[in-house]
């Protein structure tokens, strides 16, 4: 059924203790994914402008490639869509027609390899339209302070959750899984999206996941939603659990092998 | 003209004047009113951001059947719970940290003597960690209270944490919340949040959320830990290791620790 309800960001909190820098957009990622310099991706390229535009309150990322990154300047060159991101040599084209998709164990260690090549950078503050905007004027991105996202991911948030950047999973929204869900985002356009840090790590394993330590959610939402966070490089979690006696001896293939200590360093992430 | 000395007078012009003439005649006919003299004349407008400043959130708290969150002051440090069942309301389950021991070690399952919280998974499961309470938002309301928390940055908090031995807090030090897993060697009675008593059967495993410190020997034995921040300002008056332990299961001995300072999640 339709309905008028807009999914949009809206921001009731002014954002207080922020630390924002300066970054410049990653054009030659941008380059390589528009003119189709991408053999087998993990996700679908696209073509259209509007999808490589940086919009406030994006998730933006560097990507951890050095043939990418080898730009000789001391900037920090980011980039808000999933689209064309590609993993190790095994990845399949998920989103291809006419593929089966991937099981649910190749689907986490292909994300893995995609997750591999990817660095949190910071969520947008201003807005970079790489067609029209000066390249080395850049745009502003906040990594610390209250801030309002949006949340395009498939978990529900609840307010204390650690939150973290995240890729689209290809199985989350099943045939939807090309269209973004917030109001005035070109369908074909992948957000990366905000996933609680407990579910990513067992899709990808604790270290991997806590490179992508966002903040803090303060407020409950549900996908489609905008949710209150509080962005923060906090400290350390050290998690070494009595798991519960009713727990499988093998763990399942989508938790994390490391069971008898777990440390998290949530400082790693050298911004 | 220059290199003649000017008359004296005051800039008039705002933001320097009292917004009257300069000069106070006999008759004090000039003078400048209460109001004039109440505005600023001196502004501390920066271009950059004051020092330690504090990113607080409100949080609508749902009422207990008993009213422990009436009692929750300044300083508290405040859990939330985890639920979809009143995902439509704004509201949530909030406890401090009396509170939270509370409901770990009373919490039955359903028509069972068996306690709800008998993993961690189950504790991380229900409920978070979300900040300081700094004040009350609404005070018109004897139903409900809406509290402003401290997330991030400088905050008040009650002194809950004493190195081993009688050590001193000090400034710098890492203030931790561990949850650990006890099991209870003989009968015992333990406090609730109001001060009632709860008897507690030998043999019965329970967690505790307790404060400790990287330095304290108990450290690596808590099943998690959660940073809460870095000191910045400690009072001199240690509280003994008694009233301590006693405010880690009783609200109003937790409200009369002293209060330290606190910078959480930078």
Redesign the interface.
């Known amino acids: 059924m339709y309905s008028s309800a807009k999914r949009r960001r809206i921001k009731p ?1 002014a954002r ?2 922020s630390f924002d820098f300066n970054a410049a957009f990653d054009i030659r990622h941008y380059q390589r994914i528009k003119y189709g310099n991408v053999i087998d991706p993990y996700f679908p390229a696209v073509g259209t402008n509007e999808a490589f535009q940086v919009m406030e309150g994006e998730v933006l990322m560097q990507t951890q490639k050095p043939g990418v990154r080898r730009y000789g300047d001391h900037q920090m060159h980011v980039f808000s869509f999933a689209n064309g991101l590609e993993g190790d040599k095994s990845t399949l084209n998920s989103s291809a027609p006419g593929s089966s998709g991937p099981t649910t164990d190749d689907m986490f260690r292909e994300k893995l390899a995609v997750m591999k090549n990817l660095k949190y950078a910071g969520v947008a503050v201003t807005e970079f339209k790489p067609e029209v905007d000066v390249f080395e004027q850049g745009f502003v991105i906040t990594v ?3 801030n309002t996202l949006f949340n395009a991911g498939a978990h ?1 948030l ?4 650690i939150i973290c950047a995240d890729i689209p999973n290809p199985a989350d929204r099943g045939q939807r899984k090309n269209r973004a869900l917030q109001t005035g985002i070109p369908h074909e356009k992948l957000q990366f999206v905000i996933t609680p840090f ?1 579910k990513l790590a067992k899709q990808i394993g604790i270290e991997e996941a806590s490179r992508f330590i966002m ?2 959610a ?3 939402s ?1 996908p489609g939603a905008p949710v ?1 966070v ?1 962005l ?14 009713s ?1 499988p001896s093998a763990p399942p293939a989508d938790q994390p092998r490391k069971k008898k200590k777990r440390i998290i360093n949530e400082g790693k992430n050298d911004l | 003209m220059k290199g003649t000395p000017a008359q004296g007078s005051v800039n008039s012009s705002p933001p320097f004047s009292f917004g009257s003439a300069s000069g106070v005649g006999a008759d004090y006919g000039n003078r400048p009113s209460v109001a004039a003299l109440q505005n600023p004349t001196m502004h501390n407008n920066v271009p950059e951001v004051m020092v330690n ?5 409100p ?1 609508f708290v749902r009422p207990f059947h008993r009213g422990f969150e009436k009692e929750y002051s300044e300083g508290d440090l405040l ?2 719970r ?3 069942s009143r ?1 439509s309301s704004t509201h ?1 389950i909030v406890a401090n940290l009396p509170v939270m021991n509370h409901l770990l070690r009373t919490t039955k399952k359903n028509g069972t003597d068996e306690l709800e919280y ?5 504790i ?1 499961e229900h ?4 900040g300081i309470l700094n004040n009350d938002m609404d005070t018109g309301s004897k139903w409900q209270r809406l509290l402003n928390v401290n ?3 400088r905050t008040r908090v009650a002194r809950l944490w004493q190195p081993d031995n009688n050590g001193i807090l000090r400034r710098g030090d ?1 203030v931790w919340l561990g949850i650990y ?1 006890r099991t209870v060697k003989k009968n015992a009675v333990f406090c609730g949040p109001k001060g009632m008593r709860e008897p507690m059967k030998r043999g019965t495993t329970y967690f505790e959320v307790c404060a400790t410190l990287d330095c304290c020997n108990n450290f690596k034995d ?6 809460i921040g870095v000191v910045s300002q400690v009072t001199l008056k240690k509280p003994t290791t008694v009233q301590i332990q006693k405010a880690h299961s009783v609200t109003e001995t937790c409200k009369g620790l002293e209060r330290i300072e606190v910078l959480m ?2």
Not at chain 1, 158 to 161: A, C, E, K, L
Not at chain 1, 235 to 245: E, L, P, Q, Y
Not at chain 2, 222 to 227: D, K, R, S, T
């Open positions: 909190y207080a203790t610390a302070g209250l529900t609840y307010p204390g959750d407990t903040g803090t303060l407020s409950y549900k209150d509080v923060h490089k906090c400290n350390v979690i050290i998690a070494k659990g009595k798991r519960t006696s727990e | 400043s504090t990113a607080r959130a949080l859990f939330v985890r639920e979809d995902a949530n008998d993993s961690l998974d189950h991380l409920w978070n960690y979300f997330v991030r940055g890492m897993e808590a099943v998690y830990l959660i940073p999640r930078i």
